[in-house]
């Protein structure tokens, strides 16, 4: 059974940092690209970042740019999200998601991913 299960959201001041992990088993995870997206209340679900493969080249919205920084341990399975200069824009539930090639032109579309994680809620006061 595919998992992917996101930790590390929480509450934080603006201008504060968290860092997100998302754990996956049941498929060969060296053989996909990890994503990250987030959807906050009324909106659409947006592409935040991901990372390739084998060279490990990442992906990222304008809007994270030089604020948020992808990783991947694959000995463990694990993706993670740095994410620093958190503003209250970036208040979200953010998911973590896989797929083997998904297709990243113009932006990350969701429909393109398999596997999908439950979801951290990422809440950034002001």
């Known amino acids: 059974e595919v998992q992917l299960v996101e930790s590390g959201g929480g509450l934080v001041q603006a201008g504060g940092s968290l860092r997100l992990s998302c754990s996956a088993s049941?498929?060969?995870?060296?053989?996909?690209?990890i994503g990250w997206f987030r959807q906050a209340p009324g909106k659409e679900r947006e592409g935040v970042s991901c990372?390739?493969?084998?060279?490990?080249?990442?992906y990222y919205a304008d809007s994270v740019k030089g604020r948020f920084t992808i990783s991947r341990d694959n000995a463990n399975d694990t993706v993670y999200l740095q994410m620093n200069s958190l503003r209250p824009d970036d208040t979200a539930v953010y998911y973590c998601?896989?797929?083997?090639?998904?297709?990243?032109?113009?932006?990350?579309?969701?429909?393109?991913?398999?596997?999908w994680g439950q979801g951290t809620q990422v809440t950034v006061s002001s």
């Open positions: 998601a896989a797929d083997a090639a998904p297709a990243v032109v113009d932006g990350m579309i969701p429909s393109d991913w398999a596997y």
């Open positions: 049941g498929f060969l995870f060296n053989d996909y690209v």
């Open positions: 990372i390739g493969i084998r060279d490990g080249s990442p």
